[in-house]
């Protein structure tokens, strides 16, 4: 018995299986690095002319900026992106649960609100808040249809600052609803089932359990909205409240200053819808441990 050995691979065999020995030659991209060419000059022309012309008025931007007119209207911004985020969202849950019970009333109900809501302007609403003592000189509790125990003058019961939170909270649980029944929709039902299983409350189980997970799929779309309701408060000029923009168009209707006082303007709600994307990160990161490794 004869053992035939294997021939060496010759030299043009291994020069073909070298692939080391191979020269790479990087994808040309020139069509990118116009496109990054044409973009720059393009902002860096708008950066000079940010810097070089004089219809900016920088020097009366400067002066407002922080003038104490506009930082009490900031506030007032603020406070009413809080309560209208606060009352939305908290009445936005509620109609979140009426649209996933297992009534027919309160669904029809829930869609009937989110329905309307969604289908009138905000500035109609609005209004109409403002305009309630018009059609309803007082409020009264007592007996449905029936006499009444004690009643309120809607004329000093509902402000303009109250009817502005109130029509921001309607108009915000509206979006808020959908928004928490889109994030209770994407927990696996097996979760509800396994905590039922184990004799959990049905209130402890949606706080404890749905809600949290729920929580990485509200939170994008709920920056969202509030966001969108910050910038939004600047509809309540219509009421004479002393927001942000009402200030500044009382401003520039005074000293006929229009471009540095909208510059102000914007430059503050650039300003705080930037922390607020901050403070997103950072909720979005806590909600998100444990989901990603």
């Not at 949606?206 to 929580?215: E, G, H």
């Amino acid at each position: 018995m004869s053992v035939t050995e294997r021939e060496p691979a010759s030299d043009t065999a291994l020069a073909k299986n070298d692939f080391g020995a191979l020269k790479v030659v990087p994808v040309r991209h020139p069509w990118r690095w116009a496109a990054v060419v044409a973009t720059a000059v393009l902002v860096a022309q708008f950066v000079h002319g940010l810097a070089t012309n004089s219809g900016w008025e920088w020097e009366v931007f400067a002066e407002f900026f922080t003038a104490d007119v506009i930082l009490k209207a900031v506030w007032v911004t603020l406070q009413l992106t809080f309560y209208g985020t606060a009352l939305g969202f908290a009445l936005g849950i509620v109609i979140a649960f009426m649209r996933l019970s297992a009534s027919p009333f309160l669904k029809a109900v829930a869609f009937a609100y989110i329905w309307a809501f969604r289908s009138i302007p905000l500035i109609v609403q609005l209004l109409f808040w403002f305009n309630l003592a018009y059609l309803y000189k007082e409020l009264q509790f007592g007996i449905p249809f029936g006499p009444g125990f004690f009643s309120f003058d809607t004329m000093g019961l509902v402000g303009a600052m109250s009817a502005a939170v109130l029509g921001l909270a309607l108009h915000q649980a509206a979006y808020a609803a959908e928004i928490v029944r889109a994030g209770v929709l994407s927990v696996d039902g097996g979760q509800s089932e396994a905590a039922a299983a184990l004799g959990i409350p049905r209130l402890r189980q949606i706080r404890r359990i749905i809600l949290p997970q729920a929580m990485r799929s509200i939170l994008p779309n709920a920056a969202n909205e509030i966001i969108s309701l910050f910038k939004g408060t600047s509809i309540v000029s219509v009421m004479a409240i002393g927001e942000l923009f009402y200030q500044v168009q009382v401003i520039y209707g005074r000293n006929g200053r229009v471009v540095p006082l909208l510059m102000v303007a914007t430059a503050w709600y650039v300003l705080l819808t930037s922390a607020l994307s901050v403070l997103q990160h950072y909720v979005e990161r806590h909600f998100s441990k444990g989901a990603s490794r």
